[in-house]
């Protein structure tokens, strides 16, 4: 009948429509289940994009590259990401199913994950199936030959080996006994250079040829294995055998520069090397060999991967020369235009090929939901155990120095207090110290100068230094309002700036120096009032970068945002009222600034800048530094915010001036105190 062939066809011409229409909405929502296009796919493909991926990642394998990848593919389907918290490992070197669980960030027990791609973890099927149910395993292997080259010289085992033995060796004359001369370096060494892909890949770094077949017949069944020295072959085939579009597996090599399909010819030394670095690294061999010949298997067997490989390294060529531009960055400065600029869609990519782990870990952190101290980091994920402050004399620092006292209090770290009179200008005598220590925190002195090199001896290992600086004009004058110095002088400000020197007899030299130039005399530079030239701009500038960091009091919440980050506490660290009480902060401070600041005119600004030559020039580089420091932070206003609703609680919570409230509120002196009165073992 007509008519109903014309119904029917009619309807079905609707249906595929309303079915088109649902999927591009699916699909422009960003559900992973959406059908995409792409170019030479074969007909068959092997799965779609909501396959779920865990990726075993090999040392010195380019991994880096093909980590990067994951993370592409991981985001742009918008699956749910198993993130290491620290960024780096999955509990790795350890094949413990807990350890791995523990390591994995925001873990809920029993909660499952789309992929996990982040870090090193070794190959634990039980452990890791637990995780990303169904997920197909992915991972690289490399020549061992090229992979023991390298990885001898990228984890340096020569200098390891002369520094545990006195006992100097090339790679050849290593390999005349390997077993034995491994045992002169590092356990690490014996883990990186020995069977070290199938260590990762979860066996022994000496098993027995039945484990080996064994782990071959599992990665047979479970996993794509690319293959590093044919990594474009490689790479094409996973698109073709799993759908990928031709974007997804664009690279720019982040650590090494990859040469897909080039072989060179060894001379008879190197085959001699290969032939014995072959027998050492058994397993690796065997799983090679295996993998590579499957691959080429394969790809004889797939009709238009040629043109299809072909015309993949011609748009890989053209990306890698677009975004030559960028290749001087690094990763945080990468992840910092991915999170903080507006970007052409082409310039963004750039920048997400040439991202890191640790800062895609970061990222996907953020996309999870989580909050800046849980995520940002100076530190691979822990917090630092050698701190420094060294105060600036004459700022209002104060509160930033109790709260560094009561963090180390709460973790038991080793600090020094302030005596209250001490005997000379000799660091150890201005304080009280633990015998037979070296100090976890060191605080700076409130009212002696103290630069930093006098205590670095006295600090654990690879201390964190940091110092703040204050803009010279109003701290000049808060020190002029606080020491009351127009009674003290008898003049007045404009009086005594047409010549401070006048007046050093009338107020006292300590006061003068503290008054003039104090910024640069707090860190060491011995300046008068009139200070200038190259010698007082050089030593300033050696102040500023024997620190790790530079704060700046004017930029106040932003300071200890950035301390949060540089020692890596995971929570926030700076939590006090601001009100009347509290003894660290000068009336009229607020959630911006601890002090209030003074209007004077430019005259007077420029006349104080003047008599204060050493303490500008400290100032204006410290600032600067700050600033670079700043540009290489993600989201550090969100945490400012933290920052400021944190104080508003606090102060909220300690209206009635409650005894838990006490110690935020008193001076790091008093806190030192009461800290050694209940402490014998301070001497």
Not at 447 to 452: A, G, H, K, L, V
Request: charged fraction near 25%.
């Amino acid at each position: 009948d007509m008519n109903i062939d014309r119904s029917w066809v009619c309807g079905m011409v609707v249906l595929s429509i309303l079915v088109l229409a649902i999927a591009g909405f699916i699909f422009s929502s960003g559900n992973v289940n959406a059908t995409i296009s792409s170019q030479n796919i074969p007909e068959k493909c092997f799965s779609r994009v909501d396959v779920p991926w865990v990726y075993i990642k090999t040392h010195k394998t380019g991994s880096s590259t093909i980590a990067n990848m994951m993370h592409r593919y991981g985001n742009k389907y918008g699956l749910h990401f198993a993130t290491p918290m620290d960024d780096t490992f999955y509990a790795w070197p350890s094949l413990d199913a807990g350890r791995i669980r523990s390591t994995i960030w925001d873990y809920q027990n029993g909660e499952t994950f789309d992929i996990l791609c982040s870090a090193h973890v070794r190959y634990n099927k039980q452990a890791l199936d637990s995780l990303v149910p169904n997920a197909r395993y992915i991972s690289v292997l490399r020549s061992p030959f090229t992979h023991v080259k390298s990885s001898w010289s990228y984890w340096g085992v020569a200098s390891h080996i002369q520094q545990r033995s006195g006992k100097s060796f090339s790679l050849e004359q290593f390999m005349q006994d390997p077993l034995t001369n491994i045992k002169l370096g590092s356990s690490g060494d014996h883990i990186l250079l020995i069977n070290s892909q199938a260590f990762d890949l979860g066996l022994t770094s000496n098993p027995s040829l039945n484990d080996v077949e064994k782990l071959k017949n599992v990665m047979d069944k479970d996993f794509i294995v690319l293959i590093t020295d044919y990594m474009d072959e490689s790479l094409v085939h996973l698109k073709r055998k799993y759908c990928w579009e031709m974007e997804d597996i664009m690279y720019i090599s982040l650590k090494q520069r990859i040469q897909p399909g080039t072989r060179q010819s060894k001379s008879a030394a190197d085959e001699d090397l290969e032939k014995k670095i072959n027998a050492m690294n058994y397993a690796d061999k065997v799983l090679y060999d295996y993998f590579e010949a499957k691959l080429f298997r394969e790809i004889k067997e797939d009709e238009g991967f040629q043109a299809d490989l072909e015309e993949y390294q011609r748009k890989r060529d053209e990306l890698s020369q677009y975004c030559q531009v960028f290749s001087r960055m690094d990763e945080i400065s990468h992840r910092v235009q991915l999170q903080e600029k507006k970007l052409s869609e082409r310039d963004r990519f750039c920048h997400l090929v040439m991202l890191d782990s640790q800062s895609f870990s970061k990222m996907m952190k953020w996309k999870e939901g989580g909050l800046p101290q849980e995520i940002e980091c100076m530190t691979q994920g822990y917090p630092v155990r050698s701190i420094a402050f060294t105060r600036t004399l004459g700022i209002p620092d104060g509160a930033i120095a109790n709260q560094l006292l009561r963090y180390g209090k709460t973790n038991r770290f080793s600090m020094a207090f302030e005596k209250s009179n001490p005997k000379d200008r000799k660091t150890a005598s201005l304080y009280y110290l633990l015998p037979g220590r070296h100090l976890n925190l060191f605080v700076g002195h409130s009212s002696e100068y103290t630069p930093f090199p006098q205590i670095a001896s006295l600090m654990e290992a690879r201390v964190v230094a940091f110092t703040m600086f204050m803009d010279p004009v109003q701290r000049f004058l808060r020190l002029w309002k606080l020491h009351n110095l127009s009674k003290l002088s008898g003049a007045s400000l404009e009086t005594y700036l047409d010549n401070p020197g006048a007046f050093k007899d009338t107020i006292g030299i300590k006061l003068h120096d503290l008054l003039h130039n104090g910024q640069c005399r707090s860190h060491g530079i011995n300046a008068p009032y009139d200070a200038s030239g190259i010698k007082i701009q050089s030593q300033a500038m050696g102040v500023i970068n024997s620190f790790k960091a530079v704060l700046v009091l004017e930029k106040w919440t932003t300071s200890m945002a950035y301390i949060r980050r540089l020692i890596c506490v995971k929570d926030n660290l700076f939590s006090f009222p601001i009100n009347a009480h509290n003894a660290n902060l000068d009336p009229g401070a607020s959630d911006t600034l601890p002090y209030a600041p003074e209007t004077v005119s430019s005259f007077v600004s420029k006349l104080i800048e003047k008599w204060n030559v050493c303490d500008v020039f400290l100032y204006n580089h410290a600032v600067t530094r700050f600033e670079r420091q700043l540009d290489r932070q993600v989201s550090i206003a969100e945490e400012e915010d933290i920052i400021k609703a944190s104080f508003k609680e606090t102060t909220d919570i300690c209206q009635n001036d409650s005894e838990m409230c006490q110690a935020m509120m008193i001076s790091p002196f008093e806190y030192g105190q009461q800290q050694v009165k209940f402490n014998p073992s301070f001497q």
